[in-house]
């Protein structure tokens, strides 16, 4: 069965810094690979979707990274802004069954701070 | 603009009833999830339907039912059988592939009174 995990749990930063948030799972057999992100009392909004058979998506500050032979992905924040605070997750969709339901980490809660 | 749907934002039950969470999309999307989220947890699958007129229980499926009578929407009743249902409440979408993501509703927070 496959499992997600996020470190760390919770990041606080000030305004401005470089930000690695790491997701790592257990079973390599995937489809794809995405990162989301959830303010306080909201649902959650696509960030990027990584497939199996890329290495990396950018958006804007953002920057995400997969090596599925490690079972690791990093999502990259340059320069970060107070409005980036909010909780970041991954989910990660496995190959096999027919059914394409995938695996969420509990996330990452980040706080910028002026 | 094409989304998700979710209604109402807040939802107040009490002891004993039963409540509908409701969950239209218009992205034509095939697939449509119910999950639950709660404080210091991860997401909680409660039911998914891939198709029209099929759906299938999740992880946490006892004390919720679900229908899925058209492709734009999958309504979830919490049933006086849950016994601990004051949760945030997502709704998602997928096209049928999977080399696609999933796309979330905003949520309905139910509260027991």
């Known amino acids: 069965k496959q499992e997600v995990t996020q470190i760390p749990a919770a990041l606080s930063v000030p305004e401005g810094e470089n930000l690695v948030l790491n997701c790592s799972f257990t079973d390599s057999a995937i489809y794809n690979l995405q990162w989301f992100r959830q303010d306080p009392g909201k649902g959650l909004t696509s960030l990027l979707l990584i497939q199996s058979s890329q290495r990396e998506q950018t958006s804007g500050r953002l920057n995400a990274s997969l090596d599925k032979s490690s079972g690791r992905s990093t999502l990259y924040i340059a320069a970060s802004q107070p409005g980036d605070s909010a909780t970041y997750l991954c989910a990660v969709m496995n190959t096999g069954g027919g059914s394409y339901i995938p695996t969420f980490g509990r996330g990452t809660s980040l706080i910028v701070h002026p | 603009d094409g989304g998700i749907t979710q209604s109402p934002k807040y939802l107040f039950r009490k002891e004993g009833q039963n409540v509908t969470l409701s969950c239209e999309q218009n992205?034509?999307?095939?697939?449509m999830y119910w999950y639950r989220q709660d404080p210091g947890q991860g997401l909680r699958l409660i039911y998914y339907?891939?198709?029209?007129?099929?759906?299938q229980k999740g992880d946490i499926a006892e004390g919720y039912s679900v229908s899925r009578e058209k492709k734009e929407s999958f309504p979830l009743t919490v049933t006086s059988a849950q016994k601990n249902p004051t949760a945030f409440y997502l709704c998602?979408?997928?096209?049928?592939?999977?080399?696609?993501?999933?796309?979330f509703g905003s949520g309905t927070r139910l509260t027991v009174v």
């Open positions: 339907s891939q198709i029209v007129n099929d759906f």
């Open positions: 998602a979408t997928q096209p049928r592939a999977e080399n696609y993501g999933y796309t």
């Open positions: 992205l034509n999307h095939d697939a």
